[in-house]
């Protein structure tokens, strides 16, 4: 089997803009398998993604060195380096890795562009075009298409039809923290089949679980207590399974396992039966239960802090409805996200403009505004508010990723800055506007897609740097401005009439 593995460790728009990439490779060598090294903080918007068999996660303060570490013990036959950095670099020069290749970064056409604003052939091709091309230096043939956030509900997941075994045959309590576990693992695995091994005493809480397709139910304490049963259920679950999963640290339920000759046993490293588990994962005595049970997950290239309980499990289906009942939203109701915020300053258009065209939507469409960000973002967002005369839902600081994919996408227009939600609203196919002050659409990362409009200012002085600034070089900051709320709005109305 080929194994590739991409780099691009950030940032979230970045991240997004491989998956084209990413569905290509799978679909011209569909037995390979794509590892995606990334920063954890980004491997929501990849944890679902159907063409992707392995996320290895970048943690926050790991070294390159450490991460290598583990590259190395999965044996990649190519790289394909879509940062170009020096972390990267290092980890192409030191993996032990065959084959490398590259992506062509502009990077020299992009700062002639913005230093002394000479135009470059090279700055017409988008980046995810850039991405594509990678592919040529594999004798592949790019296949243009758009960037793809999948989330459980989308209609194009086709994940592998797995067969997995969860086991958990301790107490209630116990069990009841197995389904953050449950949960997470059907997500990312919808189309797989999977079956939970337990106890009659807590075979209840699972019946109604959405995320089990199937229950075994051994007696441990009563027909299935000698050591003879092992035997038979072993016997019973043969051939039956590709991956086991043993939150319950047993000796039996490993020992199970083995002798079903399951090819892929995870439990923890301080199991009594450890030596019969192909992957051990560290069982860290200061972390919640439900938190330590995902970390088994992680060796399936799945990373998730989601350790809401559930009795019964409530399905993920019904969140949006959840949210609009909190919120006092009526269903159907037209939605407008607006995201005010960005990591730079210059990118971020004027908190009054956005204020006055929330409320002239508000108004003339009869709609609810979502002001989105992150926790850095409250700033702007609360400028924003504080100027508008029309409520709004301010949901800044106050969403995860996953969350925000799934709140974006139920949005019938989104009015943004130059940042990485822009490319959620992109990829989820959501109308939007997107706002360019100081950057703009030859530095290769402007919305794809016939729902995107980009808004901006034809000026001399633009691009002034290649990802914004803290202030505008020149201090009249014209680029945001002159870029007045009637421009916007006038492009917000086309989109909303034709949607």
């Not at 903080?41 to 390159?64: C, R």
């Not at 850039?130 to 960037?147: A, H, I, Q």
């Not at 969350?403 to 609203?425: K, Q, R, W, Y």
Request: glycine share 4%; proline share 5%.
């Amino acid at each position: 089997m080929l194994k590739i593995l991409i780099v691009r460790f950030s940032s979230l728009g970045d991240v997004i803009l491989t998956t084209p990439l990413v569905h290509n490779l799978k679909q011209q060598l569909p037995d390979s398998k794509i590892f995606f090294a990334v920063k954890k903080k980004y491997a929501g918007v990849l944890e679902q993604n159907p063409f992707i068999d392995q996320i290895i996660a970048l943690e926050d303060g790991e070294s390159i060195f450490s991460l290598i570490k583990r590259i190395r013990r999965e044996k990649i036959d190519i790289l394909i380096d879509l940062h170009q950095t020096l972390r990267s670099w290092i980890l192409s020069l030191i993996s032990q890795i065959p084959k490398v290749v590259r992506y062509k970064k502009a990077f020299f056409s992009r700062r002639l562009y913005v230093f002394k604003k000479m135009k470059s052939s090279e700055l017409k091709n988008h980046t995810v075009q850039r991405y594509l091309n990678v592919l040529k230096d594999l004798g592949l043939e790019p296949k243009t298409m758009e960037p793809e956030i999948f989330t459980q509900n989308s209609s194009n997941v086709k994940t592998p039809d797995l067969k997995i075994l969860v086991i958990q045959t301790a107490f209630l309590g116990d069990a009841v923290l197995t389904t953050p576990l449950l949960k997470v693992l059907k997500q990312k695995f919808p189309l797989a089949k999977i079956t939970l091994l337990c106890t009659p005493e807590i075979k209840e809480l699972f019946t109604e679980n959405s995320s089990i397709d199937h229950l075994f139910i051994m007696d441990k304490r009563g027909k299935d207590s000698s050591y003879l049963s092992v035997f038979r259920w072993a016997k019973k679950l043969k051939g039956q399974f590709d991956i086991a999963i043993l939150p319950h640290r047993s000796f039996k339920s490993a020992l199970i396992t083995a002798l079903a000759k399951i090819p892929k046993r995870i439990g923890f490293k301080n199991s009594e039966g450890k030596f019969f588990l192909t992957d051990l994962v560290p069982f860290d005595w200061n972390t919640h239960d439900s938190e330590r049970n995902l970390k088994l997950l992680e060796v399936l290239g799945i990373t998730s802090k989601q350790t809401e309980l559930e009795v019964p499990v409530k399905n993920d289906s019904i969140y949006f409805i959840q949210f609009l009942q909190e919120h006092q939203v009526k269903e159907g109701t037209l939605l407008i996200g607006i995201n005010p915020g960005s990591v730079w300053k210059t990118k971020r258009w004027l908190p009054e403009y956005f204020a006055e065209v929330a409320d002239q939507l508000t108004k003339e469409w009869n709609c609810r505004v979502l002001i989105f960000g992150s926790h850095k973002d409250l700033e702007s967002a609360n400028s924003v508010i504080s100027q508008m005369k029309m409520p709004a839902i301010n949901l800044c600081g106050k969403t995860d990723l996953k969350e925000l994919v799934i709140l974006i996408s139920h949005c019938s227009l989104f009015i943004t800055n130059d940042s990485g939600p822009m490319h959620i609203a992109s990829a989820t196919h959501v109308p939007l506007v997107a706002i360019f002050g100081p950057t703009t659409r030859e530095l290769g990362f402007f919305p794809l897609g016939n729902k995107s409009i980009v808004v901006e200012l034809d000026l001399p002085c633009r691009p002034c740097s290649l990802h914004g600034g803290k202030k505008c070089p020149l201090s009249h900051f014209k680029c945001m401005k002159d870029l007045t709320p009637q421009l916007v709005l006038k492009e917000c109305k086309k989109l909303l009439t034709f949607s």
